[in-house]
């Protein structure tokens, strides 16, 4: 429908016109509406129309007399010379409600003080074009009620002092400091009630002033004002205008960290960006949280680990609203999930005044290093500082690399000293006389005798029979799938052969590395809901079986209390920030692709907590839907008995181009022209990948918004293409997004779709299968929701299912490891593949984390670096200590 048709179309009811995304009408070619179609009109909405430019909003100026209320939200095509047409041909205005519009300046406000003497209600956010000049010609021309001005930075003390002499009626302002506050006392002194909304910048001086100033006050109501200084002293009758006081967790007015970012064009490198921010020491972020010092342990000024006491302290409180950010399937470059899940959590906490906090994933040195750079975010939306974040962080990494490396010298050692020695004698070893002449078991002794149903407490009350069960473990080497780990890309350590020392008598056997975050402990850490629970899982880990077929664990091993001391800082989560002040929590990092690719459930606990109801808790899903939304839904939180209210898709017109048939993606390596040009054809094409993610995404029973995030060669038309073909695949919402240029303010409408999506959900928490499914059934009903038509086991997949079941693991949820480049087992195999066949070449379980995982394909598990990886890039200046070329 073309843009004069819908008008027509809804100028039956002659007096109310609202027009919302669906308007193509360009500024240069075609004209909103005749006169004769406006003449009768008094309000009219113009919300996300960016084609609508001045010249169609000239007609409206010239022909709409009666003109009342006008809207213009994110109309980015409308400038100064529509606003003085509206002004000068619509003197009846009486609301005017303007966001986002950045043609409009001062000329245009100007154009309203001095025609529109009938404007009550005025609202100008984020104009950043519209300062001073423009507020002294309203205080002249209009008598207000209502003013708010949100997000325009060039409104100073001139322009407040101005209003608060001029509009002697006002009762709602925002953003005011204690110079307009004084001046709005002296000259407001019949004010019976005002509402202050996200005046940041008042004191208690200001507030003081207002009181005593305005003696027939009688309501005052305060909404996200951070007051500074508390020396304040109301008497009983004032006592009402203080705001009012939730629970000490629950309440954040308006984080006093939030900073104000200075964005540049073109946008400069990440680290560059990161350096130029000077973070808040991490006491005042824990501060704006509610946390006091005994809450947490500083590492350093800007990180601190957040203590899993706080849940115990906060038991029973609400939580706020859960929002998962995954993707369509990416392509090599990935689509900016970590960045639209930070820049999402700006807008909420530095533009929409919300209580939230991120909850991200720990970065793996192995790609940081590698290819594809760190995972702080990019642009104006980046966890600082970025280093810190990409690097050691608080070192949870290197204790679970020291914990996977000692469970496995622990198998080793274990195959070694029982192939030397008899029965007597290992057991002899394993539980030796004290100066007493006494025996007695260790605590994790106790959990293997109870594995094997001995009820003796005293080792001497043995029989041989029962210290033959206890002491051997009679580990099958061929059946170990434990590996040692380390934090690097490393493809020389795929395979290699160990025990070929002079002194290990021959037992040599072949095995391999990991990369550490492919470690089942990191992926235990991720699950764990206590340290109890971790202690548990831990020692339920299991590395083999032995020589009969019974799984040998951790426990078994008598290794898993030692690991858990190792583990016992790391359960954790580490406390950042954003470049824009909000809190982050940083915690676990198991890769999508071969395990199940999200942060901590403790960290996210922790944060729904903290934020409290109608705060918002944002965390992110590694790669596409597919992967990393799916085993969120299906395992995390199975496990963690939480429910996401939103799930957020993120899209982009590059991978949407790649999987409408475009050229290959490949990192390193310029991308082809089709990607720098316009082809909306090409777009749509890639689009039925989108739609496959909205529709598996909405199954679950949450609601969907799709994020654009926007990159600079996107073209309008691309854009309007991919917004409708999300919504016609049932999206609750699609917002163009452009918070890597602009931070928070650019994903404002992310934002807001997220925070209406939250509020209206209609369904509860829907799991894709029912974990008493036997285990091909429940891998079978993942592979359809990829669009394959059956499932094909190898030979080895076929025992290890018969194994597990057997062992009584048939119960846990299913993990697949997969390539994240497509929706099948074929990376190169783009859009919405179907009636394919999945093959199963092996699975193998993490029963420790919980969960069964099949191998789709090969999946390598330790990365290779490329020919020319990221470290060529990263140094440091010696003399400020600031590190460079991080990304």
């Known amino acids: 429908m073309s843009s004069r048709m819908f008008v027509q179309t809804v100028l039956s009811f002659k007096t109310h016109i609202l027009c919302k995304h669906g308007a193509n009408t360009s500024s240069k070619s075609s004209h909103f509406c005749s006169y004769s179609d406006t003449k009768n009109l008094t309000e009219l909405a113009l919300l996300y129309c960016h084609r609508i430019g001045d010249v169609s909003l000239l007609e409206v100026g010239q022909g709409c007399k009666f003109l009342q209320v006008l809207h213009l939200v994110d109309c980015s095509s409308i400038g100064d010379d529509a606003m003085c047409s509206i002004a000068s041909g619509c003197r009846n205005l009486k609301k005017l409600h303007i966001r986002r519009c950045y043609k409009i300046g001062n000329k245009g406000i100007i154009a309203v003080g001095k025609h529109c003497t009938s404007l009550t209600d005025l609202s100008i956010r984020f104009c950043d074009r519209v300062g001073d000049g423009a507020f002294t010609a309203i205080a002249e021309g209009c008598s207000l009620y209502s003013l708010t001005v949100s997000g325009c930075h060039r409104i100073g003390d001139a322009g407040e002092i101005s209003i608060a002499r001029g509009c002697p009626q006002l009762c709602h302002l925002d953003n005011l400091g204690d110079v307009a506050m004084a001046e709005l006392g002296e000259n407001c002194t019949s004010l019976k009630e005002i509402v202050l909304s996200h005046c940041r910048k008042i004191t208690d001086v200001g507030l003081t002033l207002l009181v005593k100033s305005c003696t027939m006050l009688e309501f005052c109501q305060m909404v996200y004002c951070a007051v500074k200084q508390t020396s304040l002293v109301f008497s009983d009758s004032e006592s009402l205008f203080l705001p009012k006081t ?55 000024k800007y990180k601190a680990k957040v203590l899993l006491s706080v849940l115990d302290e906060l038991e029973g409180s609400q939580d706020g609203y859960y929002v998962v950010v995954g993707g369509i399937t990416p392509t090599p470059l990935g689509e900016g999930k970590s960045t639209t899940t930070v820049g999402l959590c700006q807008a909420l906490g530095a533009f929409l005044d919300k209580k939230v906090v991120t909850c ?87 959990r293997r005798l109870k594995k094997l149903g001995i009820s003796k407490t005293n080792p001497d009350d043995l029989t041989p029979e029962e210290v033959n069960k206890f002491a051997r473990l009679d580990i099958d080497p061929n059946s170990i799938t434990w590996r040692r780990v380390m934090d690097i890309n490393d493809r020389f350590l795929r395979k290699i052969t160990i025990g070929q020392g ?25 699950l764990t809901t206590s340290l109890a629970d971790m202690r548990e899982r831990l ?22 209390g030692a690991l858990t001391v190792l583990m016992k800082d790391a359960i954790h989560p580490t406390l950042m920030q954003t470049l824009e002040g909000t809190p982050v929590l940083v915690h676990a990092g198991p890769f999508a692709n071969i395990a199940h690719g999200n942060s901590s459930i403790v960290a ?44 957020i898709i993120v899209a982009t017109i590059r991978a949407l181009k790649m999987h409408g048939g475009g050229p290959a993606v490949v990192a390193g390596k310029p991308l082809d022209h089709a990607y720098l040009t316009e082809n909306v054809a090409l777009v749509e094409a890639g689009c039925v990948n989108m739609a496959r993610h909205i529709s598996n995404t909405k199954s679950y029973g949450v609601n969907v918004v799709v994020a654009i995030n926007m990159f600079s060669t996107d073209t309008e038309a691309e854009l309007n293409a991919v917004r409708s073909a999300a919504l016609a695949a049932g999206a609750y919402d699609a917002v163009i997004c452009t918070h890597h ?27 894709l299968y029912p974990l008493d ?82 191998l789709v394909g090969t999946m390598s598990t330790m990365p290779g670096l490329p020919t020319r990886p990221c470290f060529y890039d990263i140094d440091i200046d010696t003399t400020t200590g600031k590190v460079t070329g991080l990304s």
């Open 741 to 767: 240029a602009h931070g928070g303010k650019g994903a404002v409408d992310l934002g807001i779709a997220v925070q209406k999506a939250c509020e209206n959900v209609t369904q509860p928490l829907k799991f």
């Open 773 to 854: 499914l036997s285990i091909k059934e429940k891998i079978e009903a993942i592979a359809r929701s990829y669009g394959a038509s059956g499932v094909e086991y190898s030979e080895q997949a076929e025992k290890k299912i018969e194994m597990y079941s057997k062992q009584g693991f048939s119960g846990l949820p299913i993990c697949m490891a997969k390539t994240q480049y497509s929706f099948s087992d074929n990376a190169a195999a783009k859009g919405a593949p179907s009636g394919f066949v999945l093959p199963i070449r092996d699975v193998r379980a993490s029963i420790g984390a919980g969960f069964i995982y099949p």
């Open 604 to 647: 996210d606990k922790i944060a729904l907590k903290l934020v409290g109801p109608g705060g918002f808790v944002v965390t992110e899903a590694g790669f596409g839907a597919d992967i990393g939304a799916e085993k969120f839904m299906n395992i995390k939180c199975r496990y963690s008995g939480l429910t996401p209210q939103c799930a």
């Open 246 to 300: 939730e629970s000490q967790f629950n309440t954040m007015s308006s984080s006093t960290t939030v900073r104000k970012l200075e964005v540049v064009s073109p946008v400069p490198a990440d680290i560059d960006i990161a350096n130029s921010v000077e973070p808040v020491h991490i006491s005042q972020i824990a501060k704006d949280l509610n946390l006091s010092p005994n809450h947490y342990d500083l590492y350093g």
């Open 539 to 560: 020692g339920k880990m299991v590395i083999g079986n032995s020589k009969s077929g019974d799984p040998v664990t951790a426990d078994d091993l008598g290794v898993g």
């Open 502 to 526: 002079p002194d290990e008598k021959g037992m040599v056997r072949e095995t391999a590395f990991d990369i550490s975050v492919a470690s089942e402990i990191m992926a235990v850490l991720a």
């Open 360 to 446: 991200v994933r720990q970065p793996s040195q192995g790609p940081t290093f590698g290819i594809k750079g760190g995972a702080a975010g990019g642009g104006y939306s980046q966890v600082i500082p970025m280093d810190e974040f990409n690097l050691h962080l608080t070192g949870d990494i290197h204790a679970i690399t020291a914990a996977n490396n000692l469970l496995a010298a622990a198998i080793d050692t274990r195959i070694f000293h029982e192939s030397t020695q008899s029965d007597k004698a290992l057991f002899n070893r394993l539980c030796p006389p004290n100066k007493e002449g006494k025996r007695s078991f260790s605590d994790v002794m106790f």
